[in-house]
């Protein structure tokens, strides 16, 4: 169970506070709290504070959620708004 | 603003600035440049040099205009994109250590991305613009944006964006380049890329003719400037891309009347007595053997000669051959081309296009400045092109080495064939000095004749020379026109022999009728002296007789004087007789 744990690390590029960054964030800690209580962590990076960081992750449309861990890396890309499609692409829910 | 500067300069309101790509020969078709501060799209289909060309333009920037560069790739690696740049001698990794280049690399997979709900590019543009601020750059490449459509599956975002993306190049004031592969049918791109870069559209293309491949650019649009509408041909070698702004509008060139000799003084003789005119073009045209290399190999030693420099395009042999050839007439090219007077640049024609012939012509005389080039033969061009288009080339070398000030000798075969016969006509039609050596069969033996057909502001001479080869070199001698026509070769030759025989014969003729003559002479001579003899003897039986009968007479006065004294007996008498006597003597 400890290994669990750890095993979800999710980042979510932003650009500023814009309605679409905002309903991601939203969406993306209510599919974490139903899906994967304690198994993860978010970290939110705002690509108007800190653009050098988009080169990194292959980041070219916003808002993008990356998958570190666990490998292979995964994005999604839009609003979060499909529940499905999100556990889909973050291999919550098998395919 | 705008009507003080109206006032000032007028013509400054329309002028566009530029911004210089650095590429050889694509800034004088766009008269300056590409449009500063504004997108513009490079298209083709694939494999035709947009990414390169793209790349070219980035890196003339911060290695010749000091304008940094952001190449955002989305089709290939930064690696990959730097060794392939590396070969044309562009260290892409030393102009990024130096900030002037900043190379991206944009990976988009589709396996690898789930869109769920709506999303924008500002990533993408949050990416361009730390590039940009981050080495201040002026240009801006973005090589494939089109792969955005195959990596993400909203169409309507995608355009939206791209919309957006080109205000925000705009509006950063830098000059883009993007490019865009050519799609099906009419339209310059498969996505439509054109609808959003209207300022100036360039359009590569890369065509394969008869198995022979030319690449081609051609300025599709330019808003606000003129621009060269033609297909201009472009080379991609060891230096990069090369355009060749193929004609020069006008016919306004400077021209010399220096003179420069064709190294065979016999026909400088024919032209006037001092050779081409600098600067013009010389066609030798004539069948297989009749001694075209050799007539511009004696130009080509002759231009060294004058420490001139030559350059000699040879598309049937290889230089070697060609000096080694040439010894065998008296003429050493070695020691020219060792002291870099004389280049040799051999090709086979069908290496590459007509075009490319030409660009690389252009190219090497650029780099070589030579004051007289060669072209041996270019009747084999024509195995890779048609004769319009030899001619259209041809048309467009002359006008640039006349721009040059260079002497061109073109050598062309002609064969009884139809199709060298138009080429022959052809070029003939362009150049200033055409001469013509024939092959003359006569006799059961083939000899050369040499015509000038033309020699544009000369007196020529209109007379049909014999071309000879010895080992001593080359010359032209006056055929021979007798009775029996013109003859050359043996046959010249025998009716100078029969010449100088009937010559000798005449002379006999004349020395024995000369000899009788003094002959007679000394007999009629001889018979003169005889009667003078004779007469010599008959004058003087005459005066013999006269004597004696003066003799006669005195002694019979005497013998009366005698008697008379003796009868008188008187002495005094005497002297007058003695007196008398004296006056006869003295008479006879």
Same mark, same amino acid.
């Given at each position: ?23 991601? =964030? ?11 209580? &304690?198994?993860? %962590?978010? *970290?939110?990076?705002? !690509? ?16 993008? =959620? ?11 890309? &839009?609003?979060? %708004?499909? *529940?499905?499609?999100? !556990? ?8 | ?588």
């Amino acid at each position: 169970m400890e290994d669990e744990v750890i095993n979800y690390e999710l980042r979510l590029y932003i650009a500023g506070k814009t309605a679409k960054s905002v309903s991601a =964030l939203s969406n993306l800690k209510k599919y974490c709290e139903e899906h994967l209580k &304690g198994q993860y %962590s978010i *970290e939110v990076i705002d !690509l108007l504070v800190k653009p050098q960081l988009a080169e990194g992750d292959q980041i070219f449309a916003i808002p993008t =959620l990356v998958r570190k861990v666990p490998e292979p890396i995964r994005k999604i890309i &839009g609003d979060l %708004s499909n *529940e499905e499609k999100v !556990l889909v692409g973050l291999d919550i829910r098998p395919r | 603003m705008t009507k003080s500067h109206k006032k000032q300069q007028p013509t400054n309101i329309k002028s566009l600035p530029k911004t210089p790509t650095g590429i050889t020969g694509l800034d004088e078709i766009t008269s300056g440049g590409i449009p500063q501060g504004r997108p513009t799209l490079i298209c083709g289909e694939a494999g035709c040099g947009k990414t390169l060309m793209s790349l070219e333009f980035i890196v003339r920037g911060a290695m010749i205009f000091n304008e940094p560069g952001v190449f955002m790739a989305f089709e290939e690696k930064t690696d990959e994109l730097a060794m392939n740049v590396a070969s044309l001698g562009f260290n892409l990794y030393e102009l990024q250590e130096q900030k002037k280049v900043k190379l991206d690399h944009v990976h988009i997979d589709r396996s690898e991305i789930e869109e769920t709900g709506e999303y924008d590019l500002e990533g993408l543009f949050i990416r361009l613009g730390h590039a940009i601020d981050s080495i201040g750059a002026k240009r801006v490449v973005l090589d494939t944006l089109e792969n955005l459509f195959s990596g993400l599956s909203n169409e309507i975002v995608l355009r939206a964006e791209l919309r957006r993306l080109f205000t925000f190049l705009k509006n950063k004031g830098v000059t883009a380049i993007i490019t865009g592969e050519k799609g099906d049918g009419g339209s310059l791109t498969r996505q439509g890329l054109e609808e959003y870069v209207s300022d100036c559209v360039i359009l590569l293309d890369h065509r394969v003719i008869n198995q022979i491949s030319t690449r081609r650019l051609r300025v599709v649009k330019y808003r606000g400037s003129q621009h060269g509408t033609n297909e201009y041909p472009f080379l991609i070698d060891e230096d990069g891309i090369s355009v060749l702004p193929v004609t020069s509008l006008g016919l306004e060139k400077a021209v010399s009347s220096k003179r420069i000799s064709s190294g065979i003084p016999a026909l400088d003789y024919m032209l006037g007595g001092q050779g081409f005119f600098e600067g013009s073009s010389i066609l030798v045209s004539g069948t297989a053997g009749t001694g075209k290399t050799s007539i511009s190999a004696y130009f080509a030693a002759e231009t060294c000669k004058q420490k001139k420099r030559c350059l000699y395009f040879a598309f049937e042999e290889s230089p070697n051959q060609i000096i080694r050839n040439m010894r065998s007439i008296n003429i050493d090219l070695q020691p020219y081309v060792n002291s870099g007077l004389l280049r040799f640049h051999a090709s086979r024609p069908t290496l590459y296009g007509l075009e490319m012939h030409l660009v690389a012509i252009y190219k090497l005389i650029q780099q070589f400045k030579p004051d007289t080039i060669i072209l041996d033969p270019i009747t084999n061009l024509i195995t890779v092109g048609s004769v319009s288009e030899v001619k259209s080339m041809l048309v467009r070398l002359i006008d640039f080495l006349q721009n040059e000030q260079i002497t061109v000798m073109f050598t062309a075969l002609s064969l009884n064939t139809v199709v060298n016969e138009q080429t022959d006509e052809g070029v003939s039609s362009l150049v200033d000095t055409w001469m013509l050596v024939r092959d003359i069969e006569h006799n059961g033996e083939r000899n050369r004749g040499l015509y000038i057909m033309k020699s544009r502001g000369m007196k020529h001479s209109n007379q049909v020379r014999e071309f000879i080869i010895t080992d001593k070199g080359l010359d032209l001698v006056d055929v021979y026109l007798g009775p029996e026509g013109v003859l050359t070769g043996s046959a010249r030759e025998a009716q100078q022999l029969k010449e100088r025989t009937g010559v000798a014969l005449r002379d006999f003729a004349v020395s024995r009728k000369d000899k009788e003559i003094t002959r007679k002479r000394t007999m009629l001579e001889s018979k003169i002296s005889n009667l003078q003899a004779e007469f010599e003897s008959v004058e003087e039986e005459l005066n013999r007789i006269y004597y004696e009968d003066e003799l006669k007479q005195q002694i019979m006065d005497k013998n009366r004087d005698e008697i008379t004294k003796m009868r008188r007996g008187v002495k005094e008498d005497i002297p007058v007789k003695k007196k008398s006597n004296g006056r006869r003597s003295n008479k006879l």
